[in-house]
């Protein structure tokens, strides 16, 4: 994948797929390990991406930490799954957007079955005390 991206021609390319680049292609190769179960060849290119991702852009940055710590979950890593996913939390309530909200809710999903787990308390704590604020995590309905 990265080889075809590194002998592109960009003058043949559509103008649509401007915003195609390295990281984003990490990024979607790690998304679809998280989506075929498979989080050891996920974390290390979604790990990558989100160090080099500018939490400046909150919800893309939102989305990347989001797959991550799914990837997580799957692993087991409940500590690192949570640290991830209150980072999302946060992020999110910046970005305001639902693809990333709607995230948040697939890792609270996720994480109910860790429901009696410290880590997993405060971070629905978390959640619950942004939620509560006009406007953020929840898209208007």
């Known amino acids: 994948m990265e080889r075809h991206f590194d002998q592109r021609r960009p003058d043949d390319e559509p ?3 401007y915003w195609l680049d390295e990281n984003e292609i990490q990024v979607m190769a790690g998304r679809c390990y998280v989506e075929l179960g498979l989080p050891q060849r996920a974390e290390p290119l979604l790990v990558d991406a989100v160090a080099r991702c500018d939490e400046d852009h909150a919800r893309e940055a939102a989305l990347y930490r989001s797959w ?3 990837a997580y979950t799957q692993t087991g890593d409940l500590d690192r799954a949570v640290e991830e996913a209150t980072h999302v ?6 970005a305001g957007s639902a693809r990333a909200s709607d995230r948040v809710q697939h ?3 996720r994480l109910t079955a860790f ?3 410290p880590t997993v308390l405060a971070f629905e704590d978390l959640y619950q005390s942004v939620a509560d604020l006009p406007g953020v995590l929840r898209p208007p309905g």
């Not at 939390?89 to 910046?94: I, K, S």
């Open 68 to 70: 991550l710590a799914e």
């Open 89 to 94: 939390v946060r992020l999110d309530a910046r």
């Open 107 to 109: 890792l609270r999903a």
């Open 15 to 17: 103008t649509w797929v």
């Open 115 to 117: 429901r009696d787990d």
